[in-house]
């Protein structure tokens, strides 16, 4: 299917890796031209290196988007190379502290909700004057299935769930804009170098078997193609009556009905 975004420039937030890696690699096999940007330099190199070794049009800006300068640069670097901003892909995220409220300090709270919304929420002021001036944007937002439901730790959920109301709430006043704005909620996704990643290798085998069992319906974790995929959709002429809407990618691992 010819998802119509060829030539489109596209930034994705944490690009080197997982998720990000994966959303910016399906987009430049789809004809964009791709800005990423990462805090590990190397990382970043070697995500740059896959992508134009495969022909794709990509570049890599080593930033920290939980900083507003760290934003700017990022959205220049883009404006400079390519001239406009069509697709923004908020892909950053992670926790800091424990899992329940009492481990769970101030700075803690304040380092997880600017990472996982904060940054989305700089990055989208960004590029939307640019969108709705051509009447044309799309914005996905990387959430999880645990800011739709119970899991995971505190602040992680807390974030998550605020960038998909970040999300909703956005993609109404844009609507007339035909800038569409949707987020996706991944659950259990395993790639090299990400937290399922770690559990697997810092837990014995009947602990990761059990988790498996209990809560994977498919009997594996999750893998980034099918987000990647779903993500490209989103961001293409071909999902133009999709906006304010949250889409699972967990293989029927979460327990909620909406």
Same mark, same amino acid.
């Given at each position: 299917m010819d998802l119509r975004i060829k030539g489109r420039v596209a930034m994705v937030s944490g690009g080197s890796r997982g998720l990000g890696r994966q959303v910016a690699l399906t987009l430049g096999r789809e004809g964009c031209k791709v800005v990423i940007c990462a805090r590990n330099a190397e990382g970043l190199d070697r995500a740059v290196a896959e992508m134009t070794g495969l022909g794709y049009q990509a570049l890599g800006l080593q930033a920290d988007v939980m900083t507003g300068d760290g934003?700017? +640069? *990022?959205?220049? %670097?883009?404006? @400079?190379? *390519?001239?406009?901003?069509?697709?923004?892909?908020?892909?950053?995220?992670g926790t800091r502290g424990g899992r329940d409220f009492d481990s769970t300090t101030d700075e803690h709270w304040v380092d997880t909700l600017n990472l996982n919304l904060?940054?989305?929420? +700089?990055?989208? +002021?960004?590029?939307?004057?640019?969108? =709705?001036? @051509?009447?044309?944007?799309?914005?996905?937002?990387?959430?999880?299935?645990?800011?739709?439901?119970?899991?995971?730790?505190?602040?992680?959920?807390?974030?998550?769930?605020?960038?998909?109301?970040?999300? =909703?709430?956005?993609?109404?006043?844009?609507?007339?804009?035909?800038?569409?704005?949707?987020?996706?909620?991944? #659950?259990?996704?395993?790639?090299?170098?990400?937290?399922? %990643? +770690? *559990?697997?290798?810092?837990?014995?085998?009947?602990?990761?078997? #059990? *988790?498996? @069992?209990?809560?994977?319906?498919?009997g594996r974790f999750g893998w980034p193609e099918p987000v990647g995929e779903l993500v490209a959709f989103l961001c293409s002429e071909r999902a133009d009556l999709v906006t304010g809407a949250c889409y699972t990618v967990d293989g029927g691992q979460s327990r909620s009905l909406t």
């Open positions: 934003c700017q +640069r *990022f959205y220049d %670097e883009a404006l @400079r190379a *390519f001239g406009q901003v069509d697709i923004l892909v908020n892909n950053v995220g904060l940054s989305a929420v +700089r990055l989208t +002021r960004l590029v939307l004057p640019g969108m =709705k001036a @051509r009447c044309w944007g799309r914005i996905v937002s990387i959430a999880s299935i645990w800011g739709r439901e119970y899991g995971g730790g505190l602040s992680y959920m807390v974030g998550k769930a605020a960038l998909i109301a970040f999300s =909703k709430h956005m993609a109404q006043g844009l609507a007339p804009y035909n800038v569409l704005v949707n987020s996706v909620a991944p #659950g259990s996704i395993r790639f090299p170098g990400g937290s399922w %990643e +770690r *559990f697997v290798q810092n837990n014995p085998p009947e602990t990761v078997q #059990g *988790f498996i @069992r209990q809560q994977l319906p498919m």
